[in-house]
Every structure is written in structure tokens, then in C-alpha cells.
């Protein structure tokens, strides 16, 4: 395992997080904890609680409680219900405070290393909510303030210097404004932590063949090239799938961790031998050449 500062805190994190949600619990409270125990032996230190579920709560914290709690940093996700049936989206002062109590309650951590708000709207986050989090963070109950998602609106919460951390998705073909929103949040001294470094559409190689086909012109000009042309799939993102010993997943995981400016990558598993699959990645070189053919693939786009 790799470790980056984690912003401009000092503290290393894990170059992966793993992201634990209510499904890991579907195989029982042993299979969630092999699974943790085994992010642990493979020097992960980063999780994620999707949801302020009180049992994934509890099960994570007795599962991390032999480990220093200095050595962990634990995000919990905000505003996105607490992952039962029929919640709903809360960015309320009263809400948020109380799901942290709770998940802090239950877990036994101590405090939440990132309240990590999922994608507040721009109407969604009233400035008493804000100020809520600011009073926890000041009682060192909560370590950072985090925003998370892909829209527009988070151009502007990342630009009031009100939050520590941004989450956001980056990938092989990620949208130039989010490139650009990170570097912004960079400027900032935020941390980033990535997710959706494998997008659904790279997931097969006739998906990933096809992203960047040119259509087809006037007259029948302009088409794409027969399937068996040398240059057929030149200019997308087929090679990812042709590359020897490596899955298209494991290239995808890779770049996004070439970023400097990203402290970790999200990853999600539901069994120990995916889980200790990803984590060989960091450990491993890109083929060469490979750099260069992502980038060439990204700019024809």
C-alpha cells in the first residue's frame, strides 16, 4: 500500500478507501468484518460509511477498535438518508447533528475524521447547518468538512473555502470541468478523495470501443472503420480491455492514482479476494506506454 498526505493536514491516508455501505452487511456481521480485517492486513487505513446507518456503524467501529484511532481516518457520508427504506435526504441542522451523534455513539471512534455532505443543492444546505458542522469540527468531534458529487453546484461550495475536503469522480475520461474543479479545490489546500474511477461506460470492451466512434458524415464520409482495420478502434478507450495481465478495472484504478492531487481512490468490495485484488494495484507500474494511450484516448474525446 502507498500513503499521501491527506490536504494539508499531515496525516497519511491509505492511497485506497474502501467504502462500506448497508449491502456488506447482506452476508452477515463475520463476512463485513473478515472483509474490513482484510482491508487492514492490506494497509488500508481510509473508510467510508456510505450511509449513518447505526449497524454498519457499529460493526465498522468494533471491527477497527484494536487499531490506534490515530491511524484511521473515517468519512461518513451526510445528507443521503440513512440508508433504510423510505429515508430522505436531510441537510438540516438537527439531522446531520444527529446522525453523528449516533454513528459516533454506537462505533465507539470517537470522533468522524470527514463529515462528507453527498451533493448538497444550492437550497439544500441552510447556513445554520453549516454552522452546526463548524461548532462539531471546533469540538473536534468532527475532524474536516467535506462537500462530495459531480454537479455544477459544487463549483461553488468548493469556492466559499468553507470545506476541507471535496469528493468527486475521476476517471480515465472524466469531463474537463471537473479536472478543473480540482485543481481549483488543490488551490485551496483541499484534500480530494475519488470515486467512480471505473465508469459503466468503460466496463466492456464494446462499450469502451465505440465512446469516441466518429459518426457517420454526408455521403457516407466521415464513418468508422471496418472492425477488423488495423486502426479501427485507434483514438478509444478498447486498449484498456487488450492490455496483457492487467483488467481494464485495475488500469482505471491505476491512473486515477497517478494524480498528485488525489490523496485516495474509493474502491468497493463485497469479498476479501476482490478487495486484495485492488489493493495490489498500488504496488504495481503501468505497462509502458500505456500513460500515453489513455491521454491520446481522452483528447480525441
Same mark, same amino acid.
Given at each position: 500500500m502507498r500513503y499521501r498526505p491527506f490536504g494539508a493536514s499531515g496525516a497519511a491516508i491509505s492511497t485506497l478507501t474502501l467504502s462500506l455501505g448497508v449491502e456488506n452487511l447482506a452476508r452477515g456481521v463475520a463476512a463485513a468484518n473478515d472483509l474490513i480485517y482484510s482491508a487492514l492486513e492490506a494497509g488500508i487505513n481510509s473508510y467510508r460509511l456510505e450511509t449513518a446507518d447505526p449497524v454498519l456503524a457499529e460493526v465498522v467501529g468494533q471491527a477497527l477498535a484494536n487499531v490506534d484511532r490515530k491511524l484511521l481516518n473515517v468519512s461518513l457520508e451526510l445528507g443521503a438518508g440513512d440508508?433504510? #427504506?423510505?429515508?430522505?435526504?436531510?441537510?438540516?441542522?438537527?439531522?446531520?447533528?444527529?446522525?453523528?451523534?449516533?454513528?459516533?455513539?454506537?462505533?465507539?471512534?470517537g470522533w468522524i475524521d470527514v463529515a462528507l455532505l453527498e451533493e448538497p443543492g444550492e437550497d439544500e444546505l441552510p447556513q445554520s447547518s453549516l454552522n452546526a458542522? #463548524?461548532?462539531?469540527?471546533? !469540538?473536534?468531534?468532527?475532524?474536516?468538512?467535506g462537500v462530495s458529487g459531480s454537479g455544477e453546484v459544487m463549483d461553488a461550495y468548493v469556492s466559499t473555502g468553507a470545506f476541507d475536503v471535496l469528493? !468527486?469522480?475521476?476517471?480515465?475520461?472524466?469531463?474537463? #470541468?471537473?479536472?478543473?474543479?480540482?485543481?481549483?479545490?488543490?488551490? #485551496?489546500?483541499?484534500?480530494?478523495? *475519488?470515486?467512480?474511477?471505473?465508469?459503466?461506460?468503460?466496463?466492456?470492451?464494446?462499450?469502451?470501443?465505440?465512446?469516441?466512434?466518429?459518426k457517420k458524415g454526408f455521403f457516407g464520409f466521415g464513418g468508422s472503420k471496418p472492425k477488423n482495420?488495423?486502426?479501427?478502434? *485507434?483514438?478509444?478507450? *478498447?486498449?484498456?480491455?487488450?492490455?496483457?495481465?492487467?483488467?481494464?478495472e485495475e488500469i482505471c484504478l491505476a491512473h486515477a492514482m497517478t494524480d498528485p492531487a488525489i490523496s485516495s481512490v474509493l474502491i468497493t468490495a463485497r469479498d476479501a479476494e476482490r478487495l486484495n485484488a485492488l489493493a495490489s494495484v498500488p504496488e504495481r507500474d503501468m505497462p509502458p506506454g500505456l500513460a500515453a494511450q489513455i491521454e491520446m484516448a481522452r483528447v480525441a474525446a
Open positions: 440508508g433504510r #427504506k423510505g429515508s430522505q435526504r436531510d441537510f438540516s441542522a438537527a439531522g446531520m447533528t444527529g446522525a453523528i451523534d449516533r454513528c459516533l455513539h454506537v462505533s465507539g471512534l458542522l #463548524k461548532a462539531l469540527r471546533a !469540538t473536534e468531534r468532527v475532524r474536516y468538512l469528493g !468527486t469522480p475521476f476517471h480515465v475520461n472524466v469531463d474537463w #470541468k471537473i479536472r478543473s474543479r480540482v485543481r481549483a479545490a488543490r488551490e #485551496k489546500d483541499m484534500a480530494i478523495l *475519488a470515486y467512480d474511477y471505473f465508469p459503466a461506460e468503460l466496463d466492456t470492451e464494446k462499450k469502451a470501443a465505440t465512446l469516441h466512434q466518429p482495420a488495423p486502426l479501427a478502434d *485507434a483514438g478509444t478507450f *478498447a486498449f484498456l480491455h487488450r492490455t496483457s495481465y492487467w483488467t481494464a
